[in-house]
């Protein structure tokens, strides 16, 4: 890993003006379907052609994949659209066959990154390809097994590396399908500022009234392009249904996402800024779950108060609360004018929301 500009290199020849766009349906499902999505993708940002022809599915029964006979139609689609191709492999056996069937992108799933055999055995077989390899992120939120991935097939001499952000699978239900979790790939965009990174907001959100929205906070945050499953009749694809756009919709997705301009006065000043400010938007985004979360607390402490009926206003326990702050504070560096404000702030606050448990009929 240490040569970093290698990586970024195979983005670079792409020569785009917009960010790096791999379009396609979930799974390719017949012939026709394949040259009807890549046909309608043709002259559009798209580079890519995407279609999952082995699928993991997380319960035997659903839809695995046309197996081998899509890379017939894959082929077909490449010559008659000048697309490049792109598709998941998870086995050895799946790298060979892509690698016959001259594919031009190979992924390697979510499920497959949390494998670190698979990821090796997978590394082991595209050796020194020239062929481009993205790597998703793993289906649990660690960042060191999709860290480990990305050093494994950097290790097998592919330099055309990049990686997949598809988000983290929760046992909590969440307006998500999987929860983004952003500060995981900002922090590996930091480690690797030049390893290209891509959303996938297709099953991120797992709904296609989220894919705008989702991607725009990609971009926001600077990631280099993504990956929007794409079907001629969404409703009845064979996987996925609900997360999928037509090649209409996703066209407009395009023309309503807004691409940051480049401003400042360098290169480097704007990706600098760039980056940092990523960083302060997560972190804020933090901060705010955390007050959100305190105030469930105080929410409780409500309760209680309110079952033993003691007042809400505890000024002992505040002045406490207050003198250990100013002094934690400090070892922070944050002045004590500003931990007073802050902390008389968050107490009014606290103290609104037992008042209206207390005085809850
Ligand atoms: C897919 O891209 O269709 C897929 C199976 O994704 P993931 O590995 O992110 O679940
Ligand atoms: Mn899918």
């Given at each position: 890993?240490?040569?970093?500009?290698?990586?970024?290199?195979?983005?670079?020849?792409?020569?785009?003006?917009?960010?790096?766009?791999?379009?396609?349906?979930?799974?390719?499902?017949?012939?026709?379907?394949?040259?009807?999505?890549?046909?309608?993708?043709?002259?559009?940002?798209v580079s890519v052609f995407r279609a999952?022809?082995?699928?993991?599915?997380?319960?035997?029964?659903?839809?695995?994949?046309?197996?081998e006979i899509g890379l017939k139609w894959l082929k077909k689609a490449k010559a008659e659209t000048g697309l490049l191709m792109g598709t998941e492999v998870a086995t050895a056996a799946h790298c060979k066959l892509a690698?016959?069937?001259?594919?031009?992108?190979?992924?390697?799933?979510?499920?497959t990154t949390a494998n670190p055999f698979a990821v090796q055995e997978i590394a082991d077989t595209l050796k020194g390809t020239d062929k481009i390899v993205l790597i998703k992120n793993p289906v649990n939120p660690d960042m060191a097994l999709w860290l480990g991935g990305v050093e494994r097939l950097y290790a097998a001499g592919i330099k055309k590396l990049g990686v997949i952000h598809r988000g983290f699978s929760t046992y909590e239900k969440t307006k998500y399908r999987n929860i983004p979790e952003w500060q995981?790939?900002?922090?590996?965009?930091?480690?690797?500022?030049?390893?290209?990174?891509?959303?996938?907001?297709?099953?991120?959100?797992?709904?296609r009234d989220m894919i705008l929205e989702v991607t725009q906070q990609a971009l926001d945050l600077n990631y280099d392009g993504m990956i929007i499953e794409t079907h001629n009749d969404p409703?009845?694809?064979?996987?996925?249904?609900?997360?999928?756009?037509?090649?209409?919709?996703?066209?407009q997705i395009?023309?309503?996402?807004?691409?940051?301009?480049?401003?400042?006065?360098?290169?480097?000043?704007?990706?600098?800024?760039?980056?940092?400010?990523?960083?302060?938007?997560?972190?804020?985004?933090?901060?705010?779950d955390l007050l959100g979360k305190r105030m469930k607390v105080a929410d409780e402490i409500g309760q209680?108060?309110?079952?033993?009926?003691?007042?809400?206003?505890?000024?002992?326990?505040?002045?406490?609360?207050?003198?250990?702050?100013?002094?934690?504070?400090?070892?922070?560096?944050?002045?004590?004018?500003?931990?007073?404000r802050l902390f008389k702030d968050i107490h009014?606050?606290?103290?609104?929301?037992?008042?209206?448990?207390l005085n809850k009929l």
């Amino acid at each position: 890993m240490e040569n970093k500009k290698e990586m970024r290199n195979w983005l670079n020849e792409f020569n785009l003006t917009h960010p790096f766009v791999i379009a396609g349906p979930c799974s390719a499902e017949t012939e026709e379907q394949v040259l009807k999505i890549a046909h309608a993708l043709k002259d559009s940002d798209v580079s890519v052609f995407r279609a999952g022809i082995w699928k993991p599915r997380t319960r035997p029964g659903g839809f695995e994949g046309v197996g081998e006979i899509g890379l017939k139609w894959l082929k077909k689609a490449k010559a008659e659209t000048g697309l490049l191709m792109g598709t998941e492999v998870a086995t050895a056996a799946h790298c060979k066959l892509a690698l016959e069937a001259d594919i031009d992108v190979l992924w390697v799933g979510a499920r497959t990154t949390a494998n670190p055999f698979a990821v090796q055995e997978i590394a082991d077989t595209l050796k020194g390809t020239d062929k481009i390899v993205l790597i998703k992120n793993p289906v649990n939120p660690d960042m060191a097994l999709w860290l480990g991935g990305v050093e494994r097939l950097y290790a097998a001499g592919i330099k055309k590396l990049g990686v997949i952000h598809r988000g983290f699978s929760t046992y909590e239900k969440t307006k998500y399908r999987n929860i983004p979790e952003w500060q995981i790939p900002i922090e590996l965009q930091n480690k690797f500022p030049d390893l290209p990174l891509l959303i996938d907001p297709s099953h991120i959100t797992g709904n296609r009234d989220m894919i705008l929205e989702v991607t725009q906070q990609a971009l926001d945050l600077n990631y280099d392009g993504m990956i929007i499953e794409t079907h001629n009749d969404p409703d009845n694809a064979w996987s996925d249904a609900a997360q999928q756009v037509t090649p209409d919709a996703l066209k407009q997705i395009f023309k309503d996402l807004k691409i940051r301009k480049v401003s400042g006065d360098t290169p480097d000043f704007d990706n600098k800024m760039t980056k940092l400010r990523a960083n302060i938007d997560v972190l804020d985004a933090n901060l705010l779950d955390l007050l959100g979360k305190r105030m469930k607390v105080a929410d409780e402490i409500g309760q209680v108060k309110k079952e033993n009926n003691v007042a809400v206003l505890q000024n002992n326990r505040w002045n406490e609360i207050q003198a250990k702050m100013i002094a934690e504070g400090a070892k922070k560096g944050l002045t004590e004018e500003f931990i007073v404000r802050l902390f008389k702030d968050i107490h009014q606050e606290s103290i609104g929301h037992q008042e209206k448990i207390l005085n809850k009929l």
